[in-house]
């Protein structure tokens, strides 16, 4: 098993993810000898998932099952502990879209944070391309070489512990992007500018207040790069829901249905979703928003140097 690299069969020493449902799942580090409690009971690693297939169904002590995905950077973002506020999926397909990012890609990030991006960039850049990030927090620096090196995808980074701020990404004129997600931003666009290649490149902010956008963008003009453009990305779920409705009684005999618009013995309603299942009820298959507004993350500022 590799962030990078699909491997078929769960060995010891893997990250797996043991999959509950939807809403509920955490990443386990598969050890010869070691359980893992679940609300289905015990799992243990030795019997119970080495050697197994990723994806199997595993049942637990208490009779309850489970399902162990192999990891993916969208799982890994997720389920991994925080040290600090982390991107999401949504936030990093864009940024990964408009950075224009590709298989041999090099790539300058400062701060590392919990490595949620960083998983994500190292996927979409391998397996030739290389990410450097920069971290002046020591302890989140070495936790996340740590976690870069039991993903199997050391070789395609170099975490440096400095002040992006003071002293850059630690590279001149090799990037092809860049991407900052710290305090202040409008710090190190001097330096973004000296880590991209010579020839140009992309790079992109990510700022959760308006007045940090407003002063990354006044330094990347002062700097000369073009295209500075910011956007939000706000993500709306739906579950697919059952629906039951109540057929109002206008007043007609109960037989005829034809004024409800559902009877299905009419041919025009044939495949109609709607079931008329119980005497005054109708069913029908729906897209539900969920009921919580999804919240602002952070405003993206992508621009070019050219
Ligand atoms: C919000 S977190 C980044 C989260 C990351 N994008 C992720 O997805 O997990 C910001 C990180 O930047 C680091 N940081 C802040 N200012 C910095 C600077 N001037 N140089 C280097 N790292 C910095 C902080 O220590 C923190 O870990």
């Known amino acids: 098993m590799s962030f990078v690299e699909y491997g078929d069969t769960i060995k010891d020493g893997d990250t797996a993810i043991v999959f509950l449902g939807h809403e509920s799942m955490f990443p386990v580090k598969v050890q010869h000898g070691t359980v893992t409690q679940t609300k289905y009971g015990v799992i243990r690693h030795s019997m119970d998932l080495i050697g197994k297939k990723y994806g199997s169904k595993v049942t637990c002590s208490k009779g309850g099952w489970v399902f162990i995905l192999h990891p993916t950077p969208e799982l890994w973002t997720m389920n991994l502990p925080h040290r600090t506020q982390i991107l999401y999926s949504t936030d990093i397909s864009v940024i990964t879209m408009m950075l224009e990012l590709k298989p041999g890609s090099i790539v300058c990030e400062s701060g590392t944070g919990s490595g949620s991006l960083s998983h994500a960039l190292i996927r979409t850049v391998a397996p030739t391309g290389h990410l450097y990030t920069v971290e002046f927090h020591q302890q989140r620096a070495e936790k996340a070489r740590e976690e870069f090196r039991e993903h199997g995808v050391e070789h395609l980074v170099t975490v440096t512990n400095q002040d992006v701020c003071k002293n850059g990404f630690g590279v001149s004129n090799i990037a092809d992007a860049v991407f900052l997600d710290i305090p ?40 000369g790069f073009t295209e500075i453009n910011t956007l939000e990305i706000l993500l709306r779920v739906y579950n697919v829901r059952t629906i039951s409705l109540q057929i109002p009684d206008l007043g007609k005999t109960a037989e005829d249905n034809s004024s409800t618009g559902f009877d299905s013995s009419n041919p025009s309603n044939q495949g109609s979703p709607c079931t008329n299942l119980q005497q005054g009820t109708v069913q029908f298959k729906s897209g539900v928003p969920l009921r919580e507004m999804v919240g602002h993350t952070g405003y993206l500022t992508f621009a070019t140097k050219s």
Not at 190 to 209: D, M, Q, T, V
């Open 184 to 223: 202040s931003p409008w710090e190190a666009i001097g330096h973004a500018k000296s880590a991209l290649k010579a020839e140009g490149g992309r790079i992109c902010s990510f700022s959760p207040c308006i007045e940090q956008v407003q002063r990354t963008c006044l330094a990347m003009e002062e700097y």
